[in-house]
Nanobody, 123 residues
């Protein structure tokens, strides 16, 4: 069992930065791939970023490559999404998720989800 809680969402102007954090419960945090997804009204859930067990391999959706960075701290059971050069189209609810599988770009591969945190980017 893994419980996830996101934080750090808010309102930011276009071109600005925001850092999201996800706190995970359990002693087996390091056994999971960790990912971030986002969902805006009227849109499908979109893959944002993922990171493997040890933090040495990362994956990014095409729309955020070069702007977002995912990292994890297994000692603190946290995963972070640093978002730079934010655009209005980044506005969405961002969800943290944990997966035991390798198919980290697919939402159905994830076992646990947080409640989400709202990110709003103004123009």
């Amino acid at each position: 069992q893994v419980q996830l809680v996101e934080s750090g969402g808010g309102l930011v102007q276009a071109g600005g930065s925001l850092r999201l954090s996800c706190a995970a419960s359990g002693r087996t945090f390091s056994s999971y791939y960790m990912g971030w997804f986002r969902q805006a009204p009227g849109r499908e859930r979109e893959f944002v970023a993922a990171i493997n067990w040890g933090g040495g391999t990362t994956y990014y959706g095409d729309s955020v490559k070069g702007r977002f960075t995912i990292s994890r701290d297994n000692g603190k059971n946290t995963v972070t999404l640093q978002m730079n050069s934010l655009k209005p189209e980044d506005t969405a609810v961002y969800y943290c998720a944990a997966s035991r599988l390798f198919t980290v770009t697919v939402a159905t591969a994830y076992d646990y989800w947080g409640q989400g945190t709202q990110v709003t980017v103004s123009s």
